[in-house]
């Protein structure tokens, strides 16, 4: 049973920061790729950041370019996104996920597996 497991979310006024976590558990991550997607009200789920499962391959949406930036820890499992200068437009529900191969990918239905997501909201 793989788990991951997303904290770090909250409310933070435009221009502040915030730092999310994705902790995997339940099967070795070596060789996978992880990112992390978002979803506002009323959206679909949007591609955010990518990491390669050696951490030194990046993707970034273009929204988030020069704000955002993900790492991974493999000793620990996991995946981390710093977000600077925050939007208004970046308020919405935050999710990790792996994906089986070692690319960062950018298409949700790349990834194999899913947390329950971190609820991000950003007042102006």
């Known amino acids: 049973q793989v788990q991951l497991v997303e904290s770090g979310g909250g409310l933070v006024q435009a221009g502040g920061s915030l730092r999310l976590s994705c902790a995997a558990s339940g099967r070795t991550f070596s060789n996978s790729a992880m990112g992390w997607f978002r979803q506002a009200p009323g959206k679909e789920r949007e591609f955010v950041a990518a990491?390669?499962?050696?951490?030194?391959?990046?993707n970034y949406a273009d929204s988030v370019k020069g704000r955002f930036t993900i790492s991974r820890d493999n000793a620990k499992n996991t995946v981390y996104l710093q977000m600077n200068r925050l939007k208004p437009e970046d308020t919405a529900l935050y999710y990790c996920?792996?994906?089986?191969?070692?690319?960062?990918?950018?298409?949700?239905?790349?990834?194999?597996?899913w947390g329950q997501g971190t609820q991000v909201t950003v007042s102006s």
């Open positions: 996920a792996v994906r089986r191969g070692g690319s960062p990918g950018t298409e949700v239905r790349e990834y194999d597996y």
């Open positions: 990491v390669s499962w050696t951490g030194y391959i990046t």
